[in-house]
């Protein structure tokens, strides 16, 4: 009697819906309203391989986009003595992202912010460290250069419509309400940045074997069911949540820390708007000059602070940012990236090294059932704002990068061929 009593009051008490557990009913079970069909038959060489060169693929409108794929394989060289890549080179070897939905504006982002947006936004450590492990194996022996496998890498595109978030992945994006294509535009970096090479090495590769984009794709198997075919979208309009929100090309600070590592920097470049997250990552000039590059090293700070209008959002005294991130993510915001230092010339090893970035929060955090949910979270207001970030770095009297992208809350509005961002 006593058990009956207490379930009562507390199903009296407790706010929320009452979904059955036992069986399967309209409370606990979703289904598909539109049959949909998945593939990734679509491939399109880059028009140009070149180390330093740009090229552009479209997507023509063809009902849902879905995951964009680049693979990259490095040429065998001659005998591959003395040239070295560090783990995930295949991200770096791409400078910049752009792309164009319909008839929008050209937006960009950088080959940096492509990897720490993807693996930012991995939900374990393992999908984080395979994503980085596809994206280029390092190559530090004649004997990887000489496998093929070694020298292929595949980069994700990380695209304002999609997420590797989740196995169930985020959204298409509708394509046809368009009436141009999604266009988008690689451009390669200088492979002598990425490729470390000493003295007596090989020729570094100034030409790619292999560039390949691939598109995954989601249609209607009843294309009736789409809406540019049941409305008139020169009438109409449709709203498209960004799921991740919309991030601008990265801001870079170039600094040098103080004789305790200490730093100030003001933050420049935001655009206007509701600003959900700042993405920050540190890296020092000296890993990438002279004849061996380590790129993907990110220089956690020992402490960091970080305001708006005078107003301290995040204050971080001996790193505590770094628990705070690890609660407010799905993985700790670092990964396994490989250091690559000469042992006898020409040989190389790499040594395994921790890279770690910071996210600043603005916005509440909100656990949502799967990552085809959207919810809209404000962060603050951002018009003519001074945002200012101030901390101490590891080592003092020496050279900084400091990366900045910002996260804004962002929708499409799609309308009359074409889909504008709307923040």
């Not at 770094?322 to 670092?334: A, E, G, Q, Y």
Request: proline share 6%; aromatic share 8%; net charge negative.
């Amino acid at each position: 009697m006593q058990s009956q009593v207490a379930l009562n009051v507390q199903q009296s008490i407790r706010p929320g819906e009452c979904i059955d557990t036992f069986y399967a009913g309209k409370e606990n079970s979703l289904k598909q309203c539109h049959a949909t069909v998945e593939d990734n038959r679509f491939f399109q060489g880059l028009q140009s391989t070149q180390s330093n060169s740009s090229s552009t693929v479209t997507f023509n409108p063809n009902e849902g986009l879905g995951e964009v794929i680049v693979a990259l394989q490095l040429p065998a060289p001659a005998t591959g003595v003395g040239l070295a890549a560090p783990l995930g080179w295949g991200y770096n070897l791409i400078r910049r992202i752009g792309y164009r939905y319909g008839s929008s504006q050209l937006y960009y982002i950088t080959g940096s912010q492509n990897l720490i947006q993807t693996i930012a936004l991995c939900e374990d450590s393992g999908k984080k460290q395979a994503i980085l492990f596809l994206g280029g194996q390092a190559l530090t022996t004649p004997q990887d250069w000489a496998d093929p496998a070694k020298r292929t890498a595949y980069v994700y595109l990380r695209l304002p419509h999609s997420s590797p978030a989740l196995s169930g992945g985020a959204l298409p994006f509708p394509t046809d309400v368009l009436t141009a294509p999604v266009q988008l535009q690689i451009d390669l970096a200088d492979f002598s940045q990425v490729i470390s090479a000493v003295t007596g090495a090989d020729v570094v590769p100034t030409q790619l074997a292999l560039g390949q984009v691939n598109f995954t794709q989601v249609t209607m198997q009843d294309a009736g069911d789409l809406i540019a075919r049941r409305f008139d979208m020169s009438k109409h309009a449709l709203t498209i949540p960004l799921p991740e929100g919309w991030t601008q090309e990265e801001v870079q600070f170039p600094f040098g820390s103080a004789t305790d590592g200490t730093f100030s920097l003001s933050l420049t470049g935001c655009k206007a708007g509701d600003l959900k997250k700042l993405r920050i990552w540190f890296t020092d000039p000296n890993n990438t000059t002279g004849g061996i590059k380590n790129t993907n090293i990110w220089v956690p700070p020992a402490s960091i602070r970080f305001a708006i209008n005078g107003l301290i959002y995040l204050d971080s005294l001996a790193g505590s940012y770094l628990l705070t991130n690890v609660l407010r993510r799905r993985t700790p915001p670092s990964v396994t990236a490989s250091l690559l230092a000469s042992a006898a010339p020409p040989a190389y090893t790499a040594t395994n090294t921790a890279s770690t970035f910071v996210e600043i929060d603005l916005a509440q955090p909100y656990c949502i059932g799967n990552s085809q949910e959207v919810a809209l979270l404000h962060g603050v207001p951002v018009m003519n704002s001074v945002l200012n970030l101030t901390g101490t770095m590891p080592m003092g009297n020496n050279n900084y990068v400091c990366h900045v992208e910002y996260v804004l809350n962002c929708s499409w509005m799609a309308s009359r061929g074409s889909a504008e961002f709307v923040f």
